[in-house]
């Protein structure tokens, strides 16, 4: 099954993988950049001809653009969302476009004739407001906003998947709504834009972390959420249907003893000893990055993917791999100096 899919942040690190997927199996894809001077760069990078694979202007936060780009498109991949490695100076920065972005996105697509809209979600949108502890989280959950260890990032994802699934539910009309919730995504990079995830490694890497935070995530391969969001554009009654994408919880700790394990003298610079949470709480009181983790010392947020798994048939590569291809990949685009 293939036709025209639209696939929006199409100069993101998860959306490039994706478009590369689509193209090889086929389908025209439709991908939205906020400027086209990207195009120059990105088409020797993700390949297809000018038929197969065209790019138009659209930001999340304005119409301009969105009605030619989803024109002729069966399917959509809602991959953009706003993500910085800073804190925001305002948590709107980040939420007002996410949650209008959707739903701009969402309306052009009906408005269009889609059939199926997968949105990007996140594990953040299941997995937090439910205090200190050890979880193992499923689709059923979903993030508390009041509660104190959500930050900007989080209410962001939880309120634009809210808001995509009210709105779908009361103005949808017969579009099949999906959304893909992944972990922290890892794996080889492709391009200078990669995920926030990546910077764990990058920094370990580095020497730049004295050392290693009581901090952790649910970790999964770019590739394998690529290949969740195919199975979730093409799998029949699906609808209404959320998949989480995560592999094993590991502590950066964990994290740090894979590179150590496996890169040789390319992970001289990473750090093993553990970070007490008293000197990382302190570090938090000047550095506003910190400052939103907190509240994540000592929690394991484990996500359950045995729905995606059992409904669609996905598998996950071993977490040591996307870890490692991650690293060498860093290293062999000079991202980082070792």
Request: a neutral charge; one cysteine or more; glycine letters at 10%.
């Amino acid at each position: 099954m293939a036709g025209t899919v639209l696939v929006s942040g199409g100069s993101g690190y998860i959306a490039g993988f994706l478009i590369r997927q689509l193209l090889a199996e086929g389908w025209t894809v439709h991908a939205t950049v906020r400027s086209l001077s990207r195009e120059a760069q990105l088409r020797p990078l993700l390949g297809g001809s000018a038929e197969t694979l065209r790019f138009f202007a659209a930001d999340l936060t304005a119409d301009a653009g969105w009605a030619e780009a989803m024109a002729g498109c069966s399917h959509v991949a809602h991959v953009a969302s706003p993500f910085t490695t800073t804190a925001p100076r305002h948590e709107d920065d980040l939420i007002v476009p996410a949650r209008e972005g959707v739903l701009r996105a969402l309306r052009y697509a009906r408005d269009a004739g889609v059939t199926r809209f997968v949105q990007t979600s996140s594990v953040a949108a299941i997995a937090y407001g439910h205090g200190k502890g050890v979880f193992e989280f499923t689709e059923q959950d979903w993030t508390n906003l009041e509660g104190e260890d959500v930050y900007a990032y989080v209410k962001s994802k939880t309120l634009a998947e809210r808001a995509a699934r009210e709105w779908v539910a009361a103005q949808g009309g017969g579009m099949e709504f999906v959304s893909v919730n992944p972990a922290a995504v890892l794996g080889p990079v492709w391009s200078d834009d990669f995920s926030p995830s990546i910077e764990v490694v990058k920094q370990l890497l580095s020497g730049a972390l004295p050392g290693c935070p009581d901090l952790g995530f649910g970790l999964v391969d770019v590739r394998d959420v690529v290949d969740l969001h195919v199975r979730a554009l093409t799998t029949p009654g699906i609808a209404g249907e959320r998949f989480i994408a995560s592999g094993p919880f590991l502590k950066i700790v964990d994290v740090a003893k894979v590179l150590k394990e496996h890169l040789g003298p390319q992970a001289r610079k990473v750090p093993t000893r553990r970070l007490p949470d008293w000197l990382v709480r302190t570090v938090a009181l000047f550095n506003p990055v910190i400052r939103q983790v907190t509240g994540e010392l000592g929690n394991v947020r484990g996500a359950n993917s045995a729905h995606a798994q059992e409904r669609l048939g996905w598998a996950m590569r071993p977490v040591e791999e996307s870890i490692l291809d991650c690293a060498r990949s860093l290293i062999e685009r000079g991202v980082v100096k070792v």
